[in-house]
C-alpha cells in the first residue's frame, strides 16, 4: 500500500469526538520508554528514543487529530514534524489503528495491525501504548490478502511487540 493510501486508511478511521486537542498540546519531557519485542503480556526493557514530545492539534481535510512529534530536546526546532503518521484520532479516546498487508497468491501473506492510544493518566502526564499485531498466512490469494483482512483480524492476531511512553507536560 502506498503512503497516501496508508494516509487514507487511517483518516477513514476518524470519527468526532469529545476530547479537546488543545487541552493536551504542549512539550513533554519523555520520562519512561520501554519496548517489549516478543510479547504484549508485560512492558519491557528500556528503549531509545526522543527525550521530548511536542503534542499539537492538527487537521487534515476536515479531520482534527493529534499530531506527535519526537524532539531531541524542548527546543520546538529538534522535532521530527510526523505530523499525519504520528497522529491521533478523536476515537472513543485519542487512537491510531493502522492495517498493512503484503503478499498473498505465489507469496506468503503476511498482515499487520497497529494500535496506538494516548491518554492523560493525570493532569499533566500522557500515555502512549502502541502494539502491533501480525500474523502470516499462505492459503490467501493476492486479492484476499489486504489491509480490510488485516483490520478484520486486528487484536486477535498474534501480538509481536509492545511500545509505552510516558511524558510530562513542561510548556
Given at each position: 500500500m502506498s503512503?497516501?493510501?496508508?494516509?487514507?486508511?487511517?483518516v477513514a478511521?476518524?470519527?468526532?469526538?469529545g476530547?479537546?486537542a488543545?487541552?493536551?498540546?504542549g512539550?513533554?519531557q519523555v520520562?519512561?520508554h520501554?519496548?517489549?519485542?516478543?510479547s504484549?503480556?508485560?512492558?519491557?526493557?528500556?528503549?531509545?528514543?526522543g527525550?521530548?514530545?511536542?503534542?499539537?492539534?492538527d487537521?487534515?481535510?476536515?479531520?482534527e487529530?493529534l499530531?506527535?512529534d519526537?524532539?531531541?530536546?524542548?527546543d520546538?526546532?529538534t522535532?521530527?514534524?510526523?505530523?499525519?503518521l504520528?497522529?491521533?484520532f478523536d476515537v472513543?479516546?485519542?487512537t491510531l489503528e493502522?492495517?498493512?498487508a503484503?503478499?498473498?497468491?505465489?507469496?506468503?501473506?503476511y498482515?499487520?495491525?497497529t494500535?496506538?492510544?494516548?491518554?492523560e493518566?493525570?493532569?499533566?502526564?500522557?500515555?502512549?501504548?502502541?502494539?502491533?499485531?501480525g500474523?502470516?498466512?499462505?492459503?490467501?490469494s493476492?486479492a484476499?490478502?489486504?489491509t480490510?483482512e488485516a483490520?478484520s483480524?486486528?487484536?486477535?492476531?498474534?501480538?509481536?511487540q509492545f511500545e509505552?511512553i510516558?511524558?510530562?507536560l513542561?510548556?
Open positions: 503512503k497516501l493510501g496508508i494516509i487514507f486508511a487511517i478511521l476518524a470519527a468526532c469526538g476530547s479537546d488543545d487541552d493536551l498540546a512539550i513533554y520520562t519512561s520501554t519496548l517489549n519485542q516478543d504484549c503480556d508485560r512492558e519491557g526493557a528500556a528503549a531509545d528514543g527525550s521530548h514530545l511536542r503534542i499539537r492539534p487537521s487534515f481535510f476536515t479531520e487529530f499530531a506527535v519526537e524532539c531531541e530536546s524542548a520546538t526546532s522535532c521530527n514534524d510526523d505530523g499525519l504520528g497522529g491521533f472513543n479516546g485519542w493502522v492495517s498493512t503484503s503478499g498473498g497468491g505465489s507469496l506468503t501473506c498482515l499487520g495491525y494500535l496506538e492510544t494516548l491518554e493518566t493525570e493532569s499533566g502526564v500522557i500515555r502512549i501504548e502502541k502494539r502491533r499485531y500474523d502470516t498466512d499462505d492459503n490467501l493476492a484476499q490478502c489486504s480490510d483490520g483480524r486486528g487484536t486477535d492476531m498474534m501480538c509481536e509505552v510516558v511524558a510530562m513542561i510548556e
